[in-house]
């Protein structure tokens, strides 16, 4: 696949268009926009982060947010959903924690039958994973393999997927401390079922719904890795940075519909006998308000993005920036989102605007990791915690 960063971006743009259109039904529906994803299979996205020895586009990190952005702002839940299914190949070709022969095989299935490949970690008892605890869901060794059984929540993608990498507990016959694998799960492995739970606030269309594994029995290679409860996570910072700013892209899409939504209204709209809403103060201040949230999210976005792919020893460490970029794109957009919905006014609330959709799709992320209170603990934490690099400052 030989396209320029900018004609993938000109491409997404032009099929967020048709997604745009999609939308309003699967939002009121919350039915899964297999029609988008056919399209995006068609136009090679599903490959967009997969490495070129397998035939993908291997696209860098900052080329992808740009893609994502666009799909986000036609339609939001596709675009999260294909980012949910892109980062695993992204973070992956940059710091391997797979056996390089399944590696081989998701990509080849995403580049050659347009396979969707997500994680399912979280769980109802469990929470986020991020929080370090310890899954329910339990993997016994058996002569020849594994037995799985648990129950995953928010699996996006659930109604489309080939494959996921599930998260259990591995049953140990040694009291020592309990160990965490992650298993890769075909959807047609016996024992192996979705149960449709997702009827959510906002991204309705990510079919988010509940992975049931009831006597599922991999053979033994398809444990991808393990760790001891409590070390890092074997993902790492590449996994850290490909999802964070994902989401964060995402939500910028979805800010920036709403911006265009509202400057198209205040544009036109002229009330009856009165001046047009443009030249009201308010609806000015708003306008340019949402103009430099938007700004700030995108330049900190890629600031955090770039960073990361050169690979920057700049402080602040790139991990930071990270952190800093999603939280503050999260509640930037929320609010540019809020401002949009001022200045539309009433009608912004009604079902046939995309207005109150965006309100709710925006809001997501903040339900994604780094969640905002972990990650300002970890600015605190190297700013009060970690040995001080000298200043230089004269006391
Ligand atoms: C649209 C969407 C799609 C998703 N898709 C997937 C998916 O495909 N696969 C998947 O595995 N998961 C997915 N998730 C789940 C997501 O990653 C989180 O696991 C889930 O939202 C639960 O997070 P939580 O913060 O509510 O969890 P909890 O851990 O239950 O947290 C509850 C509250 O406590 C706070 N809290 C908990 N622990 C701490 C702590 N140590 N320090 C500070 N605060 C803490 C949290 O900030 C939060 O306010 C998805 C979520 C959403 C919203």
Known sequence: MTRTPEEW?????????????RAPRHDREGSFPFENFEELRAAGFLALTVPRRYGGAELPLPDYLRVLEELAAGDASTALGLAMHLVRFGAEREAPTIPERWFAQLCRGAVEHGWLVNTA??????????????PETHAAATEGGWVLNGRKTFTTLAPALRAAIVSARIALADPGPPVIGNFLVFLDDPGVRIV???????MRGTGSHDLVLEDVVPPR?????????GAPDPRGEAAFAWFALGIAAVTIGVARAARDEAVAFARERVPLGQRPIREMPGVRARIARIELLLHRSRTLVCDAARAWHTRSTEPPPVADRVAMAKVETLNACIEAVDLAMRVVGGVSLLKRRPLERYYRDVRAGLHNPPLEDRALEQLAR???DEPQAPTGAVE
């Open 9 to 21: 971006v000109a491409l997404a743009r032009e099929l967020a268009r048709r997604f745009a259109e």
């Open 121 to 134: 970690a979280t769980e109802e008892g469990l929470g986020s994973p991020a929080g370090g605890g310890i």
């Open 196 to 202: 449709e739970t997702w009827d959510s606030l906002g």
């Open 221 to 229: 290679d398809r444990l991808l890795n393990q760790r001891s409860a």
């Open 382 to 384: 190297r700013a009060l």
